[in-house]
């Protein structure tokens, strides 16, 4: 079953019950319990081609979205982000429980999922080779990966790349794209067909709109990408693509500091960053139109196949 198949009210009865409800994300299954109506709403849209886990699945993290039990759950109403029962952040507004919780998954996969390495980066891929995108809040990549998965290109992950330290596989995780400020009309403008949630004005990042990732790239949840191109995006107003390659120690020192676990795995660690830097072509990249970095990338892919 997919959470398609479950009607509104079928999907606040479930959530609401003892039980939960429990979502297949790919590497992770996540049980959610919640009555917050709203909050399911959204969480329907965004996760619409998603599989439910059948009963009795391993569960990765049991979350909850829920009012607390003081005044706040009445005036001004406010929810909180549980984790195996436990408060572990601050209550936002009763209306910003999806980025609260889009978020907080994102801690429970940054802090405990640590079977793989992780490297703060969108991935993208096409023909079966996968471009990481790592770069820091600002740079544009979310922007850039919304586009290229716009245009094409497989969406695997805009915040995790998910290293699979056996064979140095990406793992797809393909979840909603939190789009924020200027980007979420932009992204309007240049794909009037893409599906956003709705715009939750004044959190912590500004105005955020969260961008459901194409049918077809959750379709493909359980197919790996092998890496080909590590790519470092960086937005510039008015500026032409700029595509320049790197040298592989530059490549492996930027990359390192973009990862949550680098240090967590150690020697392994290093030994994955540094084989994925060798087996990998290295680039910084300058961009502002979509159009031309498109296909600027586009171009590069099929250098790769001799075309």
Known sequence: MKVSDYSLDELVDQAGSHDGFS?????????IRSREQRFLETLQVLYQHFPVAPPHSFIDFHLSVTRPSNHRRWVKSQVLFLIDGRV????????HATPLFEW???????????????LHSAVVEKNGKAMILPAFPGSGKSTLCAALAQRGW???????GLIRPRDGQVIPIPRPT???????????EFA??????????????????????P???VRWLREVATP??????????????????VGKPYALFKLATNAFNYEVHGTAGFALVRDLVKSCDCYNLVYSNFDDVIARLDDLVLASHGI
């Not at 907080?104 to 992780?118: E, K, V, Y």
């Open 154 to 160: 497989r969406f695997l992950s805009d915040e995790f």
């Open 192 to 213: 009037p067909e893409a599906v956003l949630g709705p715009s939750f004005p004044k959190t912590r990042k500004g105005t955020v709109a969260h961008l459901r990732a």
């Open 178 to 188: 939190p789009l924020k400020n200027e980007s979420i009309e932009v992204i309007r």
């Open 23 to 31: 979502l297949d994300i790919g590497p992770f299954v996540v049980n």
């Open 104 to 118: 907080g998954l994102n801690w429970c996969i940054a802090t405990r999922a640590h079977q793989n390495l992780m």
């Open 228 to 245: 080909a191109w590590i790519v470092f995006p960086q937005y510039q107003a008015g500026s032409e693509v700029q595509l320049t390659g």
């Open 88 to 95: 572990l952040f601050e209550p936002f507004p009763l209306d």
């Open 215 to 217: 049918e077809e790239s």
